[in-house]
């Protein structure tokens, strides 16, 4: 499997970088298999479009947990991990929350709209995916395979 991972510079070795913020699955290197998708992540960036490829080799050692759909379990997932808490996994993979969908979470949370309304409201947003690698040993099933710049 290949993965795509949009940046500002190329990336032949990846790194855990704890930013100051928290992200939907917590801190580690963020990955899609949705190229479309790595480039509008290359996009955002001031200097520089760079999407870097990887190959993805499985190891079944490591603590991966893969949420097939948005469920009650992603949804406070990313909730508690948007929060600062932490979890055990090597990897996690599912789909994103992305700016509009974090609104709606907020909204959810603060009790401005149900959840059934918030399930309506996701339902009609176009696919995503990520996955994070939050360990080192989960950084080692990575393999640089090249970048290019958009």
Not at 93 to 117: F, L, N, Q, R, S
Request: hydrophobic share 40%; charged share 25%.
């Amino acid at each position: 499997m290949f993965l795509f991972h949009g940046s500002n510079v190329v990336v032949e070795v990846p790194q855990i970088l704890e930013n100051g913020f928290y992200k939907d699955f917590g801190y580690g290197f963020y990955c899609t298999n949705i190229e479309k998708q790595a480039k509008r992540w290359a996009l955002t960036r001031r200097r520089n479009h760079i999407v870097n490829k990887y190959a993805y080799r499985v190891n079944p050692q490591l603590n991966v947990k893969i949420f097939t759909e948005m469920t009650e379990e992603w949804l406070q997932f990313i909730v508690d991990c948007r929060r600062g808490k932490k979890h055990d996994y090597d990897i996690v993979e599912g789909a994103m929350a992305d700016d509009t969908i974090w609104d709606y979470i907020e909204d959810y949370i603060d009790g401005k709209i149900h959840k059934a309304a918030f399930w309506e409201l996701v339902r009609f947003k176009y696919p995503t995916h990520q996955i994070v690698f939050c360990t080192k040993d989960a950084l080692e099933t990575l393999t640089f395979e090249g970048s290019y710049v958009l």
